[in-house]
């Protein structure tokens, strides 16, 4: 098939740095600037730069390079380029109107870039019929991986579907493209979102022990200063001083004053599925009627749920922690 000039030219500026592309685009018009946004586009996805028929665009004009310079790769190139050609709220427009070029063009593609267990997780729920589409879309090798992540009555179904001669039409292909392609941006974000608030926690973490570590008064002043600063930060660094981990490091006279004022049920659903050394830590440090109680209210327990279980730990905890704001927790030596 004979490469398009908006194919050579976007091979071309996928072998440039952004600021060298957008200056050779300066004079192209909004339709082919378009055009080969798109292409670059679809090159950035599929990986392509180095294969042997970007070298024809690339000798075509090699007069107006100085150098070889290696293809950018990660999928930024194209949105950096039209940022540097018609700035931020423009190249944006441009960007919209090469996704749904991209979405029409091959609606599976990034789908394809997705690893295998993120599309059986985007595939959950879904009809054996959508998932033997998708499959039919993937290389044999992600194709069989995925296969064999489905549940075995999915699965089955699935390669039944593919075997059979009812076609599906474009459209309902396109509907699961999109509605899996959502799912997949969805799970994208999710983990995201996840992975950074797992780096604050440890970051809170972090300068809670520290902070923890120090006499009452420099602590309060270093807090007080955080709180100025960014009172929601302050707050959960306050937060992290004491969590449940800390249990079985909290001073025996510190634990047993809260321990005191916990009540019986809470503490029952504090024990679900905890630590063994925490069970038994806990349960030396409370009275022996209060023990008997506990074992009862234990017993008692039919299902728990998890948020109920971290409430009743909470509670506990945050019992600690306003003795540890007023300086009366007591920490035994690590």
């Not at 599309?119 to 995925?146: C, M, T």
């Not at 009862?296 to 009743?312: G, N, R, V």
Request: proline letters at 3%; hydrophobic letters at 40%.
């Amino acid at each position: 098939m004979a490469t398009t000039g908006a194919k050579k030219a976007a091979m071309l500026l996928r072998n440039l740095d952004p600021a060298t592309a957008a200056e050779l685009l300066q004079s192209a018009g909004p339709e082919m600037l378009t055009e080969i946004a798109v292409e670059v586009a679809v090159l950035e996805r599929d990986g392509a730069g180095s294969d042997l028929a970007s070298q024809e665009p690339i000798m075509e004009f090699s007069d107006l390079l100085q150098g070889h310079r290696a293809p950018r790769t990660g999928g930024e190139f194209a949105r950096e380029m039209l940022q540097l050609v018609l700035g931020d709220q423009e190249s944006q427009q441009v960007l919209t109107q090469v996704d749904q070029r991209l979405r029409t063009l091959d609606p599976f593609g990034r789908i394809r870039l997705a690893g295998a267990s993120e599309i059986a997780e985007a595939l959950a729920g879904e009809s054996a019929q959508a998932a033997s589409v998708i499959l039919s879309e993937l290389p044999p090798k992600k194709s069989a991986e995925l296969l064999g992540l489905l549940d075995e009555g999915t699965s089955a179904l699935a390669v039944a579907c593919m075997a059979g001669s009812q076609a599906v039409s474009p459209a309902t292909r396109q509907r699961i493209a999109s509605i899996v392609q959502g799912r997949l941006e969805q799970i994208a974000k999710d983990r995201a979102e996840n992975g950074q608030t797992e780096q604050s926690q440890q970051r809170y973490r972090k300068v809670a022990v520290l902070l923890r570590g120090l006499d009452v008064a420099q602590r309060d002043q270093l807090i007080a200063a955080l709180v100025e600063q960014d009172g929601e930060t302050a707050e959960s660094v306050q937060k992290y001083m004491v969590t449940w981990s800390d249990i079985n490091i909290v001073g025996s006279r510190s634990l047993q004053e809260a321990l005191s004022k916990a009540e019986g049920r809470e503490l029952a659903l504090a024990l679900v599925d905890a630590d063994p050394q925490v069970q038994e830590i806990i349960k030396e440090n409370i009275s022996e009627r209060a023990r008997d109680m506990l074992e009862e209210e234990i017993s008692l327990l039919s299902s728990t749920k998890a948020a109920d279980i971290e409430q009743a730990r909470e509670k506990i905890l945050d019992m600690l922690r306003e003795m540890n704001k007023r300086g009366e927790l007591e920490f035994e030596a690590n």
